[in-house]
């Protein structure tokens, strides 16, 4: 998990200088303004200059349209780019993070037609027909989804990197129990049949999201909270 | 990444057709390929999406019950005929990776799953026969705490041949104990190949994982009737340095059909230890007709690990399997469903 680490790193550091420069900027904003964002751009993305080169390692881009919490977006796109990339850079849609960028972290998780995935190894291109919901459709400052308000409630987060990925995962975890869906815990304790959120349950159901701060006993108690409460 | 072209099918004919391209591969929930591909190891210039071609659902039949290729991993281990009939199955798919990996991850795909050898998936290290084809193995005097002890092809560090990479599948695991087929689709036409003998131990080619062909397709994979059997008991134990998302140091997929005390019929494979899911016909012959106790696994047990070699940092997984085996035997005498 070193990379997701690494990365954090920076996050925090980032974080720290955003709030002593005290800017009317988004962090993105200032970010891109003080030319600190390359690292991450270049990782993901081919620059545009690419996609007019010729011959066979020629960008391929291609025209796509996606429905993006219930918007249609069509953009045309590199076919290298990840949904969370077209997310993040191409739609300014920041609420979805990278962490490791390797499927390991859970942070960049959007549900594909209500199922959580992870948006770094989805390729955009990929997506399409898919009903794409991230943290931003989930609910608004104004009109908290009620796993958002859960996360707060119990203080279930301490950076906040990882959270928009694990409220999404959280929002899944509890339609998946209301199916019925079954985790290797249930078979472990015998309960296969429309097993109970128990704590154990949820620390196995939310086991691909992983939070540096530690924040576990907290996001337990939301996800509890909320399968309890029965209104996600 | 390379860049790449991309093509959904809506047909299997139409993607073995579409896959049969120079450098093209199939595309199904991409959690290894897609992330392989951002690594550098894998580097395909076209892919072909299967995801669409009518392959995603779960039948049951007189015969035993048929798994579209792009069945996901999550679907299918909730299904209720695979819950009922063969909870083994469903025990390991929820054994393995996390929930929004398994929400992507296909059947096909999963039978098509890297290793995790760290001198595989990190082009930074010089050596990897399977990688880097006669460039020797880093694993073989490097960390090797993931690394096989069964089944490797061990000739020294520099030999072209030498792999000790372990398959990373739990699905796999249980696909072998429960005696599954593969069938695949190809410019040729189909066929189908039994799991047990779908992936391959490096001999002296470790690049190839499997026996499928390069244009070949996976389209469905079966189960027999009979290893239905072993839904009353049976049980997937994975042993691994975490309690959940962490691939497995070793792990037993472990089916029996009793007959009061009596083993009429069982099903064994180990996982973790090999290029392959390990299945041993010999152990489970020493199962069968024997009275399920201890003693008799332990001789099971016994029989599966001959001939194992550990290396400096893996050693201990001969015990491990050894001890792996009698417990999830054990625990499956008293069934995976309360």
Redesign the interface.
Known sequence: MSPCSELLDVEMDESAVEQDAQLQLTRRQFLAASGVVTAGVAAGFAPAADAQDSGPHAAQTIPLTLSINKQQRTLTVDTRTSLLDLLRENLDLTGSKKGCDHGQCGACTVLLDGRRANSCLTLAVAAQGYEITTIEGLGDENNLHPVQAAFLEHDGYQCGYCTPGQICSATALIEEAKRGDLSQVSFETGQTTRPQLTDEEIRERMSGNICRCGAYPNIVAAVRAVAMGGNA | ??????T?ADAPEAAVHAGAAHGAKF?G???NL??LM??GVESP?A?V?V??IGLDKVTASAGGVNIGASVRN?DL??HPDI?ANY?LL??AL??G?????R??ATTGGNLLQRTRCYYFTDTAFPACNKRKPGSGCGALVGFNRIHAILGQTDQGPTSPHTCIATNPSDMCVALYALNATVEVQGPKGKRSIPVREFHRLPGEDPTRDTVLGPDELITAVTLPANTAAFAKNSW?LKARDRQ??AFALVSVAAGLELQGDTIKSAGLALGGVAHKPWHSPEAEHALVGKPATEATFKQAAEIALRGAKGYKDNAFKVELAKNCIVRGLTQATK????
């Open positions: 990444m390379i860049p790449f072209s991309y959904r595309l929930g991409g959690t897609v992330d951002k690594y210039t892919l999406d995801n669409h999550s281990a909730n819950v909870p469903s025990f929820l054994s990776a996390s929930p929004q990996l929400n992507l997937y959940s998302y069934g995976a469903r309360a």
